[in-house]
């Protein structure tokens, strides 16, 4: 087993070392590290006392290094081990995205090829990906739970190298990629080179929210929002209570309403969407006193939330 693994603040070309506790097991043990860049480089091993060894590497390149440590040819328990170099920046680290997918290895002309950019856990920054080749090719980046769906379509035959870069200059493990394109020349080919760009600006992504991973990335201004009505201000027990939000201006989000009495939630707060981004709200409540009401859409408050209403 391996133990006081540094997992922070560890800088290029600072030694990293941490120790295997081998725990009365004879065999051989040997580590290797594999860098962001995809290089693989031998650590260094030393022995501590007949049952522990120290593992020694000195890192060269930021990002996550992956350390496998194999004990007569087999990993020890946790490896490979993963290791961060240098500050997990918010501008993305290319080290903690990667690629897969068949349109990295090649593809047919006039079809299109596609691979995934998984981008979890990678902070946020600029995706970029370039395709050289004998044609242009059409290019398309949807997000998908795992980060970002790409496709593209050759148009002539030959080999294309894809470039994906992550939070500035430095590529992704593996790129570029070399993907051998077969069938007719549909067009172009008249140069021996044309280059294809798409770059997308990326939200952090992380893999502990599940579900709520792939939400999209709303574009939308809660200061363009209108809010009318009594229910904004006053409201009265055993009523029902309305106001209208015109969001209409305001891009594309979610209207999220809550209201909170003196001691409790409101009864029931009902949201109904009458069109173009117009919603009707109408709540009741049970008791007298001073409420709040909030009215969001997406994570902003709309002007004047949170209102105060009072129920006399």
Not at 119 to 145: H, Q, R, Y
Not at 148 to 160: C, D, E, L, Q
Not at 176 to 187: H, N, Y
């Amino acid at each position: 087993r391996s133990s006081d693994l540094q997992e922070k603040g560890m800088k290029v070309n600072q030694p990293a070392s941490f120790a295997v506790q081998l725990n009365g097991a004879r065999g051989v043990i040997d580590a290797k590290v594999h860098t962001p860049s995809g290089s693989v480089e031998e650590c260094y091993l030393s022995e501590l006392d007949s049952d522990k060894y120290a593992i020694r590497f000195i890192p060269h390149e930021n990002g996550v290094h992956s350390i496998d440590v194999k004990f007569n040819g087999s990993h020890i328990p946790g490896s490979p081990f993963k290791i961060r170099v240098g500050e997990q920046s918010q501008a993305g680290d290319p080290g903690m995205v990667s690629a897969y997918g068949p349109g990295l290895e090649g593809g047919t002309t006039g079809v299109a090829s596609e691979f995934v950019v998984n981008t979890i856990n990678a902070g946020s920054g600029a995706l970029s990906f370039t395709i050289d080749g004998p044609s242009k090719v059409k290019m398309d980046c949807v997000e998908c739970p795992e980060g970002y769906k790409v496709s593209y379509i050759p148009m002539a035959p030959g080999n294309y190298l894809i470039s994906i870069k992550y939070g500035g200059p430095q590529h992704i493990v593996g790129s570029p990629f070399k993907a051998k394109v077969t069938g007719p020349r549909l067009s172009g080919g008249h140069s021996l080179h044309e280059t294809s760009t798409v770059l997308v600006e990326t939200v952090t992504k992380s893999s502990s929210v599940g579900a709520y991973s792939s939400l999209p990335k709303f574009s939308s201004d809660a200061s363009k929002v209108v809010s009318r009505g009594t229910g904004l201000s006053r409201a009265l027990v055993g009523q029902k209570n309305t106001f209208t939000v015109d969001c209409s201006k305001a891009g594309t989000n979610m209207l999220m309403v809550g209201v909170h009495g003196p001691k409790t939630p409101c009864e029931e707060v009902y949201v109904k969407h009458v069109g173009n981004r117009v919603y009707n709200v109408t709540y009741t409540v049970k008791e007298k006193g001073n409420y709040i009401l909030i009215v969001k859409w997406g994570d902003e408050n709309v002007p004047g939330s949170p209102y105060q209403v009072t129920v006399p």
